[in-house]
């Protein structure tokens, strides 16, 4: 059978494809493309010439049936999504798990990644975090995700579009208080890059009073919440145990 290779592309700047990502998506029969017109003009860029293909998310499931039959015949193929890493806010779940589940060899080719690039640039804790996605798009979904977040001790990334920044900050700062810090990456690898961080009552303000911070792309890094304060809980609850503890048999 023939593998699937799922390839990261730029999210900007054309020089991060890899060399390796430019010889996978020579050598494959097929790539696999979220939109193959936007695609095009990168495979033009780099002068490839291989066949491509339609998978999003509407054709997905359909075409993931098709897509592994041609695998399992021998034919190799690469998955790319209209920038950075397929998956990740993206699509590809449906034919790498179909792929998976064919037992056809699935193999990655990292390269750039937004939500990655921003935390590694964010000077905030690292060792474990989390990745929420898009928050949802109307303000009471957005708020009730932002509560069920609020007590997160981990650093936590969330992507959003340039037009709905500001509110999404302001319900940050209402959800999280105005302390929380929080980091705008903007533009990633591009020629306006910006890493901001500041408390969320700032941030809010920086960003309002400048509509260019409200234009590109852009990824959210949020500050874990604070540990709970007052060691006397944890005290009482360590005295409490260690009663419970010493009635065990
Ligand atoms: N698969 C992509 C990845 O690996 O990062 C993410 C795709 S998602 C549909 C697009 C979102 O990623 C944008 O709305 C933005 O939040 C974020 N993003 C993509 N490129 C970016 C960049 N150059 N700078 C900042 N954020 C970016």
Not at 115 to 142: Q, T, W, Y
Not at 191 to 197: A, G, M
Request: proline share 6%; hydrophobic share 45%.
């Amino acid at each position: 059978a023939g593998t699937l290779f799922v390839v990261a592309t730029p999210i900007g700047n054309l020089q991060d494809m890899s060399p390796r990502a430019l010889q996978v998506l020579k050598d494959v029969k097929l790539i696999a493309a979220e939109d193959t017109r936007h695609s095009a003009r990168l495979m033009q860029h780099f002068g490839i010439g291989t066949p491509m293909t339609a998978c999003h998310d509407h054709n997905e499931r359909d075409k993931g049936g098709r897509l592994v039959e041609r695998l399992l015949a021998g034919d190799d193929i690469a998955l790319i999504s209209d920038a950075g890493t397929p998956l990740i806010s993206d699509p590809g779940y449906h034919l790498v798990r179909q792929a998976r589940e064919a037992g056809v060899k699935v193999s990655p080719v990292p390269g750039a990644c937004a939500l990655i690039a921003a935390l590694s640039g964010a000077g905030m804790p690292s060792d474990r975090f989390a990745f929420e996605g898009f928050l949802p798009a109307k303000a009471h979904g957005r708020r009730q995700r932002l509560q069920a977040l609020a007590a997160e001790d981990r650093t936590w990334m969330v992507y959003e579009a340039p037009h709905r920044l500001l509110e999404c900050l302001q319900d940050m700062q209402q959800e999280l208080g105005g302390e929380r810090r929080v980091l705008l990456a903007r533009e990633l690898t591009k020629t306006f890059e910006t890493l901001h961080s500041a408390p969320l009552a700032e941030l809010v303000a920086w960003v309002a009073s400048d509509s260019d911070q409200q234009r590109g792309e852009c990824v959210l890094v949020v500050e874990g919440a604070p540990a709970p304060e007052g060691d006397a809980v944890g005290d009482d609850a360590l005295r409490v145990l260690d009663l419970l503890l010493a009635e065990l048999p």
